[in-house]
């Protein structure tokens, strides 16, 4: 029994059989993770292996055909993204989804909110605990910011970003919601080889400062070389291979997957 919970433990996410069909397609079939605290994994594959749907999964906007999904050994397969999200998931998206009327700022204020509310009185009266709020706030804001270099463009809109800021933007926002895993869905999609590894460097760092687990899906075959420990590899929403960068390289299923374009390139 002690081994037991030692396992867990060590385990911040359990995944067991998960799987998604719709009207009879499996996007997902028997989906299987156990992640270690500290992690940073990468699930890759080609167009339409699964991968955001797994992510879909994970965080509640979708329910699964069957299968389990624990979060420091608590079942949450069947509960709604915002309670997810209490319970310290957080995620970006493929396509971005910015708050496109309010501020760099704001939009980072307003994932702060959600671990940090106020009564409604104390917001329409003004009263020094609101004051001392929105300071916080404010703070905590600007030094998340200041981590992506985008401090400087606090009071811009978020559409007025850069395709790539725009994209820095959403992993500083998933950030204020303080997770414990972070879920990060091709963060480096339109970014130049540069800008590309700036964010390789800028995911190492977070996960350290902010003692996170990451998973990152992402098309990106270099950056994910460099920066995971683990790779899964999807095809046809099924896990055809698992292990470390070597081992994927090598693995004739993976190759085999990827046939049909440069696999030098791609693995």
Not at 146 to 172: K, P
Not at 195 to 212: A, C, F, K, T, W
Not at 253 to 264: H, M, R, S
Request: with cysteine; glycine share 6%; aromatic share 6%.
């Amino acid at each position: 029994m002690s081994d037991q919970r030692v396992e867990k433990n060590n385990h911040l996410l359990e995944v067991e059989n998960l799987s998604k069909a719709f009207k009879g397609l499996k996007a997902v079939d028997n989906y299987h993770l156990k992640l270690r605290r500290g992690e940073i994994l990468a699930i890759i594959g080609p167009n339409g292996a699964g991968k955001t749907t797994v992510f879909n999964l994970l965080t509640g906007y979708l329910r699964p055909t069957h299968g389990i999904i624990r979060l420091l050994g608590g079942d949450i397969t069947r509960m709604p993204p915002d309670k997810i999200s209490m319970l310290g998931i957080g995620r970006t998206f493929q396509n971005i989804r910015l708050f496109p009327t309010m501020t760099v700022l704001d939009n980072v204020k307003a994932a702060q909110q959600a671990h940090d509310p106020d009564h409604l009185l104390t917001t329409l009266l003004t009263l020094p605990s609101f004051v001392a709020r929105e300071r916080r706030l404010t703070q905590r804001s600007f030094e998340q910011l200041a981590l992506f270099n985008l401090d400087g463009q606090a009071e811009t809109y978020a559409t007025a970003l850069s395709y790539g800021n725009q994209r820095r933007l959403e992993i500083v926002r998933a950030l204020a919601l303080q997770p414990k895993l972070l879920l990060l869905d091709e963060p480096t999609a339109g970014m130049n080889p540069i800008e590309s590894m700036e964010v390789l460097h800028l995911i190492r760092r977070i996960r350290d400062l902010y003692n996170l687990t990451i998973i990152i899906v992402e098309h990106n075959m270099p950056v994910v070389m460099q920066l995971c420990e683990r790779l899964q590899v999807l095809n046809y929403g099924q896990i055809i291979a698992e292990g470390s960068p070597d081992e994927i390289r090598q693995n004739p299923k993976v190759i085999e997957a990827y046939l049909g374009v440069d696999t030098d390139a791609q693995i």
